[in-house]
């Protein structure tokens, strides 16, 4: 694909982007019309403090969440595809999303028992408690996936379902456990929501999705030659080893912050990168752009729809996610039987 149009889709999709965000901003409850939402941004505007408080203290932190977590998921999902070289990989296949779900359920049925970590990380605890088992998830099956210091790719997604099935056997032990009321926060975080974005949870958070961004460059080269082959890769400069590893630790970085934020979402991190690739067989040095763009994009997307098809009630995000990848995973996957 040439450079000319490369530019143009990525204009296309950050024009996409800006509508989407738009129409969450603007669509709800309460609608807010553009002019009023331009009107609210000066200092001086005559805008009713309900119009502002809708915009800047509810609606517009899960705007940013929303681009937030699409952008690190459909990126988390381009680079574990480039790296397995398999376009059926998703994040949640290495045990990230399962690891974290697994600390954030951990933390929700026996914080009653430690206050300790509430008094310490307040609002925090709870992303603060997914993060870090998306990290001992990830940190576990780099493991196991470690071969006299070279990192098996077949092994490590081996060993991804393996730890996938335990995080889950675990979270539903501690449901088993769990009383009514955290039944209920359980069952509500692991099908996924925006609906707890705050300035304070962004504040938090934003460190581990910004500090992946100056290594894409370098990740975007190194996908382009994996392509090729690990052996082919290794011959043409790369050093194989530190890529696989700074990969797997940005996904981590990505990954974790995202569910920790938002819950369990599926399949963005699939369908977004392979719809690009479907679409415009791009070098990864568009496709990680691209996928974050769409990626945010669909998230926005879906977050209106989750919170208007059924309103005053909102409708899990992980769900319509679900509804969405799953036909499109088995499409894909009857179409790769075919091909094979």
Same mark, same amino acid.
Request: with cysteine; aromatic share 8%; charged share 10%.
């Given at each position: ?7 143009? +889709? ?47 203290? %509810?609606?517009? !932190?899960?705007? &940013?969440?929303?681009?937030? &977590? $699409?952008?690190?998921?459909?990126? =988390? ?10 376009? %059926? +990989? ?13 600390? =954030?359920?951990?933390?929700? /049925?026996?914080?009653?028992? /430690? ?13 603060? @408690? ?6 001992? =998830?990830?940190?576990? /099956? ?17 060993? $991804? /379902? =393996? ?32 609906? $707890?974005?705050?300035? &304070? *949870?962004?504040?938090?958070? %934003?460190?581990?999705?910004? #500090? !992946?961004? !100056? ?13 090729? $082959?690990?052996?082919? @890769? ?8 530190? #890529? ?9 970085? *990505?990954?974790?912050?995202? &569910? ?10 699939? +369908? ?33 729809? @989750? ?11 992980? %769900?319509?996610?679900?509804? *969405? ?16």
């Amino acid at each position: 694909m040439s450079a000319i149009k490369g530019n143009l +889709v990525l204009a296309g999709l950050a024009a996409l982007l800006i509508f989407s965000a738009t129409a969450s901003l603007g669509v709800g409850a309460h609608h807010v019309s553009l002019s009023d939402m331009l009107r609210s941004l000066q200092p001086l505007s005559s805008e009713d403090e309900t119009t502002r408080s809708i915009l800047f203290d %509810i609606r517009a !932190p899960r705007v &940013v969440l929303a681009i937030l &977590v $699409g952008g690190a998921l459909a990126m =988390a999902g381009t680079i574990l595809q480039g790296l397995f070289r398999n376009p %059926i +990989v998703d994040p949640g296949f290495i045990g990230l999303s399962s690891g974290a779900s697994f600390g =954030a359920s951990l933390y929700i /049925v026996f914080s009653i028992h /430690v206050p300790l970590i509430g008094n310490l990380f307040g609002a925090r605890a709870l992303p603060v @408690a997914a993060f870090a088992g998306a990290i001992v =998830a990830c940190l576990i /099956v780099s493991r196991i996936a470690s071969v006299r210091g070279r990192t098996a790719i077949t092994i490590l997604l081996l060993a $991804g /379902v =393996a730890i996938t099935a335990l995080a889950e056997a675990g979270t539903g032990i501690l449901s088993f456990l769990a009383t009514d009321a955290q039944l209920r926060s359980l069952t509500f975080w692991r099908l996924g929501s925006l609906g $707890g974005a705050t300035w &304070v *949870l962004l504040g938090s958070i %934003i460190f581990f999705f910004l #500090f !992946p961004l !100056p290594f894409l460059p370098y990740l975007s080269r190194g996908l382009d030659l994996f392509s090729l $082959g690990e052996r082919e @890769a290794g011959h043409l400069g790369l050093s194989t080893e530190v #890529f696989k590893n700074l990969a797997m630790a940005v996904t981590c970085l *990505l990954v974790g912050a995202a &569910v920790s934020a938002s819950g369990t979402i599926a399949f963005v991190g699939l +369908v977004v990168p392979h719809i690009l690739r479907l679409a415009f067989h791009p070098s990864h040095r568009f496709l990680l752009p691209a996928s974050c763009l769409l990626g945010s994009s669909l998230m926005l997307l879906a977050d209106l729809v @989750a919170r208007t098809m059924a309103a005053p009630t909102e409708i899990p995000i992980g %769900i319509l996610t679900a509804l *969405l990848g799953a036909p499109f995973f088995l499409w894909l996957f009857r179409r790769q039987r075919l091909e094979a």
